[in-house]
């Protein structure tokens, strides 16, 4: 057992002795419960943690803690404009994927004109050529 109080029982003032319901789910990540404290208050914390079944609850304290984290970042967005910068990354990323499948398609065609007798293995990585 640690000797430092839980993040709950610290905010409630309590002597934590290892028996309290929620707090094993909060002690790794103290900063990012001050976090999730400042923005949603311990009531409502400890409501959404009641609410939740033993099973639901290390997700339940998870998303806690995350959205008090995201919120820290962006306080003007939140979650939904994490989700958003996440979805335009993914977008982005997926252009950047059509482009370089255009490039290497180009380059597939490009070396067959040039060397029409060698195949061309699009599924693997280049390999070097141990005989040069
Ligand atoms: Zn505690």
Known sequence: MSSR????????N???NGDCVFGEYFIKRSSDFENAY?????????K???????HQREAAANSILD???????????????????IRA???SYLRVQEVLNQVL???TQ?????????QVDKTSSPKKDSSS
Request: proline residues 8%; contains cysteine; positive net charge.
């Open 14 to 16: 309590r002597r934590c």
């Open 105 to 107: 398609e180009f380059c």
């Open 38 to 46: 400042q923005i949603f208050g311990l009531n409502n914390m400890l």
């Open 110 to 118: 490009h070396l067959s004109l040039v060397n029409p007798n060698q």
């Open 5 to 12: 109080p839980c993040p709950l029982c610290r905010r409630q």
């Open 48 to 54: 959404i943690m009641s609410a939740a079944e033993p």
């Open 67 to 85: 959205e008090g984290k995201i919120m820290r970042i962006n306080p003007s967005s939140g979650c939904l404009g994490h989700e958003l910068n």
């Open 89 to 91: 990354q993914e977008l």
